[in-house]
């Protein structure tokens, strides 16, 4: 049996406080949750673009680029081993989609406690899942975490189908799909909800920007 390894943190010599301040802004993570297809990279992107002319530090989570790198798939880190492969890639089950999301809310406070406005575009299907994020990205602050459902009705995310996953799930050919044959649980009291299916991403980007200017977030 291998000894107890103590973990203590370390408080740094710059303080949150300190990076926001020469930022000219606050720190936070806005979590983008809905179907596939409902538009949140895209709106993600837009806000990103929208904030960075104004000047303010910002940076996009996306749920493909992540699954690149951090969470991969144990087909992409086969390099590695079998035994590797299997204990540390995700797939898309339950427990590896929470994983996932874990994995994904810890680098987001990270990045928050840099000062930076971070913004966090995932499917994250799972009510709990984000309610846990949230909890550990707010222990330094009940605004930290901003929730926006992008609501975007299943008939439409099924029409756009960029990446024809719908048509495949359809098709019987891929399983425990999100709006399908696996469910999609929506926030029941999200910071903002955004039509989707009604305005354009310009349009729904300036409600996000609007709503980070009168909650104190930015300037």
Request: hydrophobic share 35%; glycine share 8%; charged share 30%.
């Amino acid at each position: 049996m291998s000894e107890p390894v103590e973990i203590t943190w370390h408080e740094h010599s710059v303080s949150r406080e300190d990076r926001e301040n020469l930022n000219r802004h606050k720190g936070c993570v806005i979590w983008f949750t809905g179907l596939s297809g409902c538009g949140k990279s895209t709106v993600a992107n837009e806000v990103a673009h929208q904030l960075h002319q104004l000047g303010v530090r910002v940076y996009v989570l996306d749920g493909d680029n992540i699954r690149h790198g951090l969470n991969a798939s144990p087909q992409k880190l086969a390099d590695h081993g079998e035994q590797y492969a299997a204990r540390f890639g995700l797939g898309f089950s339950a427990e590896d989609r929470q994983e996932n999301i874990r994995r994904i809310g810890s680098v987001a406070q990270l990045f928050a406690d840099a000062g930076l406005v971070t913004l966090a575009a995932f499917v994250s299907p799972y009510r709990r899942d984000r309610d846990q994020v949230r909890s550990y990205v707010c222990e330094h602050g009940e605004d930290d975490f901003i929730e926006v459902f992008v609501d975007t009705p299943l008939e439409v995310c099924e029409a756009r189908d960029p990446k024809g996953l719908y048509k495949q799930a359809r098709a019987g050919k891929i399983k425990k799909f999100t709006g399908i044959d696996d469910p999609y649980e929506p926030p029941e009291s999200a910071e903002l909800t955004l039509k989707a299916a009604e305005k354009t991403p310009e349009q729904l980007a300036t409600e996000v920007v609007s709503y980070l200017r009168d909650s104190g977030k930015i300037a």
